[in-house]
């Protein structure tokens, strides 16, 4: 089992920058971590990937704008987003992959014009 709980989310103005964290109850060295995100009325979508090998993916339409990282001494892994858009608003899940899936609870990015 493991849990998984995001932080890093909250109100920013259109151009501004977020850091989400996603801190792990086991290790995260032998998992890949992903982050996907929500918009209302749409279908979650993936955001990034850093797998266990240390190699990482950004969505083609993010990439410029939005890294992955991981820190594995601390189990967690980050989601920068910079030149935030309004349409960047959504909730924002962190994902492992571990034998299955498992979820964060989300956390909500909102951003105003």
């Known amino acids: 089992q493991v849990q998984l709980v995001e932080s890093g989310g909250g109100l920013v103005q259109a151009g501004g920058s977020l850091r989400l964290s996603c801190t792990a109850s086991?290790?995260?060295?032998?998992?890949?971590m992903n982050w996907y995100r929500q918009a209302p009325g749409k279908q979650r979508e993936l955001v990034a990937r850093?797998?266990?090998?240390?190699?990482?993916d950004i969505t083609d339409s993010l990439k410029g704008r939005f890294t992955i990282s991981r820190d594995n001494a601390k189990n967690t892994v980050y989601l920068q987003m910079n030149s935030l858009k309004p349409e960047d608003t959504a909730v924002y899940y962190c994902n492992a992959l571990f034998g299955r899936s498992y979820w964060g609870q989300g956390t909500q990015v909102t951003v105003s014009s």
């Open positions: 086991r290790r995260i060295f032998d998992m890949a």
């Open positions: 850093s797998l266990k090998d240390n190699m990482a």
